[in-house]
């Protein structure tokens, strides 16, 4: 999540900070406690049963380029 926060500021020109789990349950509300989780994914899965093979570059490189999010 900081990460993704720090990279939609960056593209925003927005300051991003760091907030507390309290502070994070009025912040997002009903979305707080899927924000608060450290849920890791992975794709092995789908892999194995489907035969899927990723094609494109991950979520953090795609949203990292430049022109992800024009101003």
Excluded at 29 to 38: H, I, K, L, Q, R
């Amino acid at each position: 999540m900081r990460d993704i926060a720090e990279i939609v500021g960056r593209h925003l020109r927005l300051p991003v900070t760091s907030i507390s789990p309290e502070q994070a349950k009025d912040h997002f509300d009903m979305m707080a406690m899927f924000v608060g989780m450290d849920d890791a994914a992975s794709s092995a899965l789908t892999r194995k049963w489907l035969g899927w093979k990723s094609t494109q570059i991950g979520l953090i490189a795609d949203i990292s380029r430049a022109d992800y999010i024009k101003v």
